[in-house]
């Protein structure tokens, strides 16, 4: 069974940092294209950053540019989203999303259960 589990999240104070991680079951995260998405309350679901699977390629959303940065442990087939930086605007449901597709389309197969990340001091 094809699984992706979310972990990390938290509360942290505006300024501070959080690493949210996902471990993936049932198949293998580098031969496929991951993102992070996220879901504010009353707000539609926003991507935040996508890896592609075939050719490394990182997208950022233009609020987290600078910020964010994703990078995969293949060893124990995880992927790793670091939070600098964070505003209260970053509060949401993170979820971690894996497609077989080898590009970044923002369309995701799989979904991992969400991590709560609350950003306030």
């Known amino acids: 069974q094809l699984q992706l589990v979310e972990s990390g999240g938290g509360l942290v104070q505006p300024g501070g940092s959080l690493r949210l991680s996902c471990a993936a079951s049932?198949?293998?995260?580098?031969?496929?294209?991951i993102g992070w998405v996220r879901q504010a309350p009353g707000k539609e679901r926003e991507g935040v950053l996508c890896?592609?699977?075939?050719?490394?390629?990182?997208h950022y959303a233009d609020s987290v540019k600078g910020r964010f940065t994703i990078s995969r442990d293949n060893a124990k087939n995880t992927v790793y989203l670091q939070m600098n930086n964070l505003k209260p605007e970053d509060t949401a449901v993170y979820y971690c999303?894996?497609?077989?597709?080898?590009?970044?389309?923002?369309?995701?197969?799989?979904w991992g259960q969400g991590t709560q990340v609350t950003v306030s001091s």
């Open positions: 999303a894996a497609d077989p597709h080898d590009y970044c389309s923002g369309a995701y197969q799989y």
């Open positions: 049932g198949f293998t995260l580098d031969y496929y294209t």
């Open positions: 890896i592609g699977g075939a050719d490394g390629m990182t």
